[in-house]
Structure formats: structure tokens, C-alpha cells
């Protein structure tokens, strides 16, 4: 069964190394999140999310099957969409930094561990989960469409890894009535 926790300081290198797996794994993709390894995500970004409790893992038993940081931090750009929910930025959660080990995709983790994120949000009473992918990688795409997130629009966003590149802008609003 997949276990989601908050990632502790200690396991930065296990995490590094699994980030700098997914990232050789993913070059020369079809679809890829345009990730170069240790620009994105760099070692500092790591260990501060670490510190502020913000990356989190699953577990498969011990081994780590995919990572994510959750935080209120955007890009330039984001305040450009025209966003369902109206909210402070205190009140939005953020997904950065998805990835499933690729033995472990199309098997649903990914799935779960949105999930758990909408969960997480939702206990931590956020209004909304928002992210950016890239506008041709398409697998996540469909696994947010799927699982209700909004379609809210492209916008240019500058990242190191990428540069300034089109993003698709995805919001699940968790109290729909907003």
C-alpha cells in the first residue's frame, strides 16, 4: 500500500538521487517535464522545501515511489489567469516538482498521490490546489482533466530548466461552491 509523509531532512539524499534517476530516465521522452538534473529541481530548492515540511514522499514499504512539493509559491505569470477561486495566496496549494519513479507509472500512485495532495489541502483548509505542466507533456494533462482539475489557461512562464516556456495552468477548487 502507498504511504504519503512529510519527507524529513534526513532522507535529502535518497531524495536527490531518486529526482536525479527520474530526470535521466526522462531525457529524450516523448513527454517530459523539461527537468535538467540539479537545475530543476536544484539541491537548495530541495533542502528548503525539506526544511519548511513542504516535499513529501511515497512509499511503497521502504522505497520511494514518488515525490512532491507542496507550497504557495508561483511563478510570474500566475497572476495572470483568470482563476476559479478567488483566494490570498495563503489559502492555495501549490504542486511542484511530481514525479513517479517509472517503474511505478500507470500503476495509479500518481493518481493516489494527487489525491492525497487535494487531501492534505483540504485538511489544511486551502481553497484550491493549483499547478502548471508543461503544454505538451500530455500524460499529466490527462490524469489532472481526470481527476477535476480545471483547465484555467496558457500562460509563459520562466523556469531554469526550461526557460520562458508555455505552461498549461490547471485549479481544483476544493469548496466548489467558491
Do not use: C
Request: hydrophobic share 40%; net charge negative; glycine share 6%.
Amino acid at each position: 500500500m502507498l504511504q504519503l509523509e512529510t519527507a524529513d531532512i534526513n532522507e535529502y539524499v535518497e531524495i536527490l538521487r531518486f529526482y536525479d534517476t527520474v530526470t535521466d530516465q526522462l531525457q529524450g521522452a516523448e513527454y517530459s517535464p523539461g527537468w535538467i538534473k540539479r537545475v530543476y529541481p536544484t539541491e537548495d530548492y530541495l533542502r528548503e522545501s525539506l526544511r519548511q515540511k513542504e516535499l513529501f514522499v511515497a512509499r511503497i514499504h521502504s522505497e520511494i515511489v514518488g515525490v512532491m512539493v507542496l507550497n504557495h509559491e508561483t511563478a510570474a505569470g500566475y497572476d495572470l489567469v483568470e482563476w476559479q477561486v478567488q483566494a490570498e495566496a495563503k489559502k492555495v496549494t501549490i504542486l511542484h516538482a511530481f514525479a513517479v519513479a517509472d517503474q511505478y507509472q500507470r500503476r495509479g500512485f500518481g493518481r493516489q498521490m494527487v489525491q492525497a495532495a487535494l487531501d492534505l489541502a483540504r485538511a489544511a483548509g486551502q481553497e484550491a490546489v493549483r499547478l502548471d505542466v508543461l503544454a505538451d507533456n500530455l500524460p499529466p494533462q490527462k490524469l489532472y482533466a481526470k481527476m477535476g482539475f480545471a483547465y484555467r489557461g496558457t500562460q509563459t512562464l520562466f523556469y531554469e530548466d526550461t526557460g520562458l516556456t508555455d505552461y498549461k495552468l490547471y485549479e481544483y477548487a476544493l469548496n466548489p461552491e467558491s
